[in-house]
């Protein structure tokens, strides 16, 4: 059994290779010149980004959140079916995600462009056309859409597992809707808040095709930075690696946080 | 009683409403899309006639196609290699003592937890370091790369539910550790295998980010041929491709779930 173990030995070396090292080049080419000096100044020249790092995070929280209100209670509705028809409601929801995400985007750029499908029923029905390509808005729109099937699994996935008689006992012993739903539901679907939480923010915060396809020129996020100094026109991958740092940093702090409030309900429960 | 009736009828409808509300929206973009692939002009608002003209272009898009092929090959070369690494690596972090188990998981899960586009440059930087071309070759060991993980997890779950009484007792009747790991291990965890293979496939086959960093000039995959389309001046073919990858996605989830509950039928016959 012992012997088995030396299976590990082709893992660690691949893991060193392929995560520890890449990740070790990103931070020498952080704190590095072109010419291979160590400086800071890549570092801090980020700072001259602040607002679009700003801008990143609030975009990726507003769609987080909307994405946990409007998915919150589909996923209830959708995890008290039970058998078949909640086979297929799983299915119908995976779907969409077979489809590349370059081609779900497209497919809002289709709806609201300014001559598009949206405007073209707002001036049937009488209302005036709103202007929602290029702005905030559709790019927000663009990351709960795409990433909304992430919010729902692991929703879903803990919602199933609340036995209904739970709630059958805090009824029968008095309780209201409400209070079933604070002291019962949301203690109990904390992990998988957690967790579509983490899952719809990290790719979110990260993006740079959606900001540019739906976002215009104007609405540059972090993702956007730092493919613009790898593969865009400003070159530097020096600049680009010190972003990528950044971002990287920022989201293990953001998943420590969420981890935290995890670990602290854990906690309430056991007491 | 009626009232709490009436308010349970009323509550019945609301959820109805709102699954059907949330529904449309993620259905709707897809159906455009679709709806347009066969209008016969370019525009992408207004409806002028029924056409497979976009699907004819599409077929003799040789960009298209190479790039379909490409991704094939790069998709399933890449999970039957990183199906082998991860499956073999599960195997042994899984019987490493415990302090180092957790250690070496965690490390596992850092190319998932982090995000793509930084996965994608760190890859991308380790290849020019190396002075390797990027192109074909890289394209696959970076998939490989952020394949081997998501086997490792699949495998995992179905290790730690394998009695390890199991591979002691094989031992004791003489089998020696390749023997254990072929005919004790492998037939105990293939289910978790077989989940990693399709979970890697799948993401290969869907993946953007990390090969737009990794592929170089040379060498397309079907979403990079799809990136580009999208730069240009949006032809409908790229709707026809959409409804095609559509069909594809629906039936292979009907055949696999049809499967799934055949299976469930005939265990419950049992």
């Known amino acids: 059994m012992k012997k088995l173990r030396i299976l590990s030995l082709p893992y660690i070396s691949w893991v060193c290779m392929f995560t520890i090292v890449p990740l070790l080049i990103v931070i020498f080419f952080a704190i590095t010149t072109p010419s291979g000096e160590f400086t800071i100044l890549n570092i801090s020249n980020v700072g001259r980004y602040f607002s679009v790092i700003v801008k990143s995070i609030l975009l990726a929280s507003i769609a987080t959140f909307i994405s946990l209100i409007i998915s919150y209670p589909f996923s209830y509705i959708i995890s008290r079916v039970g058998g078949k028809t909640g086979k297929i409601a799983m299915m119908i929801i995976m ?18 462009e300014k001559n598009g499908l949206l405007n073209k029923l707002l001036v049937y029905l009488n209302f005036s056309p709103v202007n929602i390509i290029n702005t905030k808005i559709a790019v927000v729109i663009g990351m709960i859409y795409n990433y909304l099937p992430f919010m729902v699994l692991p929703l879903v996935s803990v919602m199933k597992k609340i036995e209904p008689s739970v709630i059958e006992a805090a009824q029968d012993l008095g309780s209201s809707g409400f209070s079933i739903f604070t ?66 940093v920022l989201i293990l702090l953001c998943m420590s946080v969420m981890n935290q409030f995890e670990c602290e309900d854990m906690e309430g429960k056991l007491v | 009683m ?51 003209t976009w699907y004819n272009k599409l077929l003799h898009n040789r960009e298209i196609l190479h ?3 490409n991704t094939l090959i790069i998709a399933s070369a890449a999970s039957a290699i990183a199906t082998v690494i991860g499956t073999v690596s599960a195997v042994g972090i899984h019987f490493l003592k415990r302090r180092w188990k957790q250690a070496l998981m965690t490390l596992a899960s850092l190319p998932i937890m982090n995000p793509e586009i930084v996965t994608g440059v760190s890859l991308m ?55 254990v ?36 000039p040379t060498s397309q995959t079907l979403p990079l041929a799809i990136f580009a389309m999208t730069r240009r001046k949006v032809s409908p073919e790229i709707n026809a491709l959409s409804t095609i990858i559509f069909v594809a996605a629906l039936i292979i989830i009907l055949v696999v779930n049809g499967k799934e509950i055949n299976k469930k039928k005939r265990g419950g016959e049992k």
């Open chain 2, 125 to 179: 930087l380790l290849f020019t370091f190396l002075k390797l071309k990027l192109g074909f070759a890289t394209l696959i060991m970076a998939h490989i790369a952020f394949n081997v993980p998501y086997v490792i997890f699949n495998v995992m779950p179905k290790l730690e539910q394998m009695d390890r009484h199991l591979c002691y007792a094989a031992m004791d009747l003489g089998c020696n550790s390749t023997g």
């Open chain 2, 181 to 216: 790991f072929f005919k004790v291990i492998l037939p105990e965890i293939y289910p978790g295998i077989i989940s990693g293979f399709l979970m890697s496939i799948a993401f290969s086959l869907d993946d953007f980010v990390i090969s737009y960093f990794n592929s170089g």
């Open chain 1, 95 to 112: 779907l969409p995600m077979w489809m590349n995400f370059l081609l779900r985007t497209c497919a809002w750029m289709t709806i609201l």
């Open chain 2, 2 to 52: 009626k009232v709490q009736k009436n308010h349970k009828i009323k509550l019945k409808f609301i959820s109805k409403l709102y699954v059907v509300l949330f529904l449309l929206f993620m259905y709707v973009p897809l159906f455009v899309l679709i709806v347009f692939s066969f209008n016969e002009s370019k525009s992408r608002s207004v409806w002028t006639g029924f056409t497979l």
């Open chain 2, 67 to 69: 790039s379909a092929l």
């Open chain 1, 183 to 248: 002291k019962i539901i949301i203690p109990l679907t904390t992990p998988g808040v957690v967790s579509g939480v983490t899952m719809v923010f990290v790719p979110a915060v990260s993006t740079f095709i959606i900001s540019r396809m739906l976002g215009g020129g104007g609405n540059l996020l972090i993702g956007d930075l730092i493919d613009m100094q790898f593969l865009g026109n400003s070159y530097n991958p020096h600049l680009g690696a010190a972003i990528s740092l950044v971002l990287m």
